[in-house]
């Protein structure tokens, strides 16, 4: 069992940064890999970045690739997604994941994903 919790979120103009962040429960976190998802009011749940479990591997979906990248520290259970160069169009409850442990492949749909934290919200303003 893994349960996830996630921190960073709240209000930043457009072309600024945040960092949010995803604090894992269980001995075994290490083994799964993560993916952020983002959803918008009145948009469907979308693929941010996902990081396999052995971090070699980072996946980001193209409007955020260039700009936010996903990394994890084992040791603490955590895994990060810096968020620079924020669009308005970045506006979203933001959502950590696990998917199967041991999973190695590249890809990440919602509904594959094991454990979900609550989400944390970003707001982008002009």
Request: glycine share 10%; net charge positive.
């Amino acid at each position: 069992q893994v349960q996830l919790v996630e921190s960073g979120g709240g209000l930043v103009q457009a072309g600024g940064s945040l960092r949010l962040s995803c604090a894992a429960s269980g001995r075994t976190f290490s083994s799964y890999p993560v993916g952020w998802f983002r959803q918008a009011p009145g948009k469907e749940r979308e693929f941010v970045a996902a990081i396999s479990w052995i971090s070699t591997n980072t996946y980001y979906a193209d409007s955020v690739k260039g700009r936010f990248t996903i990394s994890r520290d084992n040791a603490k259970n955590t895994v990060y997604l810096q968020m620079n160069s924020l669009k308005l169009e970045d506006t979203a409850v933001y959502y950590c994941a696990a998917g199967s442990r041991y999973y190695s492949g590249s890809h990440y749909p919602a509904n594959a994903m094991e454990y979900w934290g609550k989400g944390t919200l970003v707001t982008v303003s002009s």
